[in-house]
């Protein structure tokens, strides 16, 4: 049975400056996780919108999935920062809503990116732009896909689309904890992902910021997941359903809004859960 040991929330204090809209990163100290060999962690970064996944192992590696939302690249930049990371092996973009050229640009030099892997579609796009991405190695992930990231991660692609509301969904492994990181959300997705073996999910990422009609309860049932990360929106709200139904299955919810950035840092055997909230002003 795996043990989930829920670490005590750790506050930072914080000098609010700016508007009321923007995290401060720069005022938060620097987090050391310090990992152990055979130990990693995955943080879903509180950007105020959008989706960003970092995971570090214990060599010293960073992957990066996705980049945040489109005006989010500063607070992407402090938070990684914040984190440690000065270089990045490996950029996974999901799908097409989360490709911001701009960004990719920008962050592929920055922290010294050597391979992005995406969908076939997005893949055969990148290949064509110019610098950085000719510098880059491009790896197309589908259906069937599995390559290791890290000694004792394995990446395994349970869907690849590239209509609209689909991208990469995958797992990843690490000794008996399963990541579940959903991107795709349609009634196709669904039947394809109720074929495949979810029954031993640690962690669930939800699919599109949990908007209305994004994830059915049936699905939500299957996977059971202990852990459930819902990324915050500017433009979409979560649906009250969906986490009511998430509740149903005694997952507990963490919301970016809500929590700030979600660190869970893995062992062989464990796993503790840390939020670092950064507060915004007049934010409730």
Known sequence: MKMLLLAAVIFF??????????????NVEKIDL?????????????????????????????????????????DLTEILKTYGVKK??????????????????????KYNIKKLISTPEITNEVKNMPAPFIDVEVIPWKEGTSQVLFPDLLAEVLFAGNS???????????????????????????????????????????????KEDSLSEKLIQYVNPQISILFESEQHQPDPNIIYDLQD?????????????????FTENNYEVFTFPVEKEDYS
């Open 13 to 26: 204090q914080l000098t609010l400056i700016g508007s009321a809209s923007s995290f401060e990163y720069s």
């Open 34 to 74: 310090n990992l152990k060999d055979q130990e990693i962690a995955v943080t879903f970064l509180g950007l105020g919108d959008g989706e960003a996944t970092l995971i570090q192992g214990s060599n010293g590696e960073n992957i990066l999935i996705n980049t945040g939302g489109e005006e989010t690249s500063k």
């Open 88 to 109: 990045i092996s490996t950029i996974i973009i999901t799908n097409r809503q989360n490709l911001f050229v701009d960004q990719l640009t920008q962050i592929i030099p």
């Open 164 to 210: 609209e509301n689909e991208g990469i969904d995958f797992t990843l492994q690490f000794f008996k904890h399963r990541i579940f990181l959903m991107t795709s959300s349609s009634d196709h997705v669904e039947e394809n992902l109720l074929k495949k073996p979810l029954d031993d999910v640690t962690i669930f990422k939800v699919p599109n910021w949990a």
């Open 249 to 265: 299955t005694w997952s507990e919810v963490f919301f970016t809004k809500k929590h700030g950035t979600i660190t869970i840092k």
